[in-house]
């Protein structure tokens, strides 16, 4: 794992979490149990905290930043997906973050909240409970559906079960 120890502050990964060897994370970071953080994430916390909730999986090359004053609250059973970008975020349980999607300073996602692929979400939006967001500047576009529902928490679980056998079966081989 590359976590870094920055200004006294070192990341906390359990030992029941993966992180990928080139995953980058630096700073003030908790990481909840049973998390997953893919190849090429980033994570800096320099400059405040990061905090990721259990079941939690971040995807690759996404990259999470925290400015002065400011912290990066991610809840438990989070689906952050490929290329996102995060600063300053609050995203409450259940949320998926879709592919490609940024969320630029203070926006808050309250639970069950969809991001579509590509939004751009812009600063200090409170996305509702249930909605889903989409576009550039995202707004909300509808309800996330009951099967939309099911469908999260079934990544959720595909995760969890992905970091189990990353981490009692991946080893790198050249
Ligand atoms: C937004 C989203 C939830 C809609 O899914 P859906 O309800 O199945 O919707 P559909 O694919 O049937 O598309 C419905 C409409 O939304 C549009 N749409 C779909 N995804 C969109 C997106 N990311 N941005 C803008 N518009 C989008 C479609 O073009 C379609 O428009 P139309 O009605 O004018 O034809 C889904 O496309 C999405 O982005 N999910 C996130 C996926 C993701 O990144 N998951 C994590 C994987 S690791």
């Not at 959720?156 to 079966?169: F, S």
């Amino acid at each position: 794992m590359a976590l870094y120890e920055f200004d006294g502050k070192r990341p906390l990964v359990p030992a029941d979490s993966f992180v990928h060897p080139t995953a980058a994370l630096i700073g003030d970071i908790r990481l909840g149990h049973q998390c997953w953080v893919a190849p090429g994430v980033t994570i800096r916390a320099e400059f405040g905290p990061v905090e990721i909730g259990d079941c939690s999986n971040i995807q690759d090359n996404s990259i999470i930043h925290v400015n002065p004053d400011a912290s990066v609250t991610i809840a438990e059973n989070v689906i952050v997906a490929h290329c996102v970008i995060l600063h300053d975020v609050n995203i409450k349980t259940r949320c998926i973050i879709g592919m490609g999607s940024i969320l630029m300073f203070n926006v808050v996602c309250e639970e069950d909240v969809i991001v579509a692929a590509g939004s751009v979400v812009p600063k200090n939006m409170i996305i509702p409970a249930g909605k889903i967001v989409s576009g550039y500047p995202a707004k909300i576009i509808g309800d996330v559906s009951e099967k939309q529902k099911l469908m999260a928490r079934e990544g959720v679980d595909v995760y969890r079960d992905l970091c189990r056998k990353y981490l009692t079966t991946m080893k790198a081989v050249g």
